[in-house]
């Protein structure tokens, strides 16, 4: 069974603070990795594509292990705009057009 | 830029009623989806298409049909309505060739059934 799993929070975290949090999935033959972000009764917007090398884009940095089959986001230098639920989504291989799992997301939550 | 349209934004139906939800891209993807999300549950698949003419069931796809007669195209029905279909409802598109695979999504259907 394809599962992709995260911790639902939320994260309370003061502005300026550092947050990290990770995605863990089932199927080990998983191709595309991707963190979403969706803010409240708003559609998920792609917030970057996590690649084996891991990638950084200003703040937010991505990394994929694919030994223990996680992904993490790290965001520095919170602000109180980065709340929003966080959605892990793995693309998994040979999957087709259901490939694509979702997590329930992770609540964030900065705090001024 | 309009990428992914969904219509209409919100809706009010009674039991047993029969709407369609309308999902329109113009990024010339091949595939298409239709995903429900409640609290709590994520997002959920219901159906899908791989292409113009083709559709697949997805997660929960009870009660639920679904039609891609044009590429840039993909309806949602709902043909007697159920408390238990009140979401809201997501269409998607994404191509189909690895890396470029990530879904765009539309603003999203807000549906109450009473």
């Known amino acids: 069974r394809k599962e992709v799993e995260q911790d639902p929070g939320p994260f309370n975290v003061p502005e300026g603070a550092t947050v990290a949090f990770n995605c863990t999935y089932s199927n080990s033959a998983s191709q595309s990795f991707f963190w979403y972000r969706q803010d409240c009764r708003k559609e998920p917007k792609l917030l970057m594509s996590v690649y084996s090398s891991g990638n950084e884009d200003g703040r937010f940095t991505a990394q994929l292990n694919r030994a223990s089959q996680y992904i993490s986001l790290l965001i520095r230098d919170s602000k109180l705009s980065d709340s929003a639920t966080y959605l892990c989504?793995?693309?998994?291989?040979?999957?087709?057009?259901?490939?694509?799992?979702f997590g329930k997301g992770t609540h964030l939550i900065i705090q001024p | 830029n309009a990428g992914v349209t969904q219509t209409p934004k919100f809706r009010v139906l009674k039991t047993g009623q029969s709407m369609t939800l309308l999902c329109a891209q113009d990024m010339n993807h091949e595939y298409m989806y239709w995903y429900r999300q409640d609290p709590g549950m994520g997002l959920r698949l219901i159906h899908y298409s791989v292409g113009e003419g083709t559709t697949a069931k997805g997660e929960v796809p009870d009660g639920y049909n679904v039609s891609r007669l044009k590429k840039q195209n993909f309806l949602l029905g709902l043909e007697s309505a159920a408390p238990s279909q009140t979401s809201v409802y997501f269409c998607?598109?994404?191509?189909?060739?690895?890396?470029?695979?990530?879904?765009?999504f539309g603003q999203g259907t807000r549906l109450t059934v009473v």
């Open positions: 998607a598109s994404s191509k189909i060739r690895p890396p470029n695979t990530e879904a765009f």
């Open positions: 989504v793995v693309n998994f291989l040979g999957g087709g057009a259901d490939g694509l799992t």
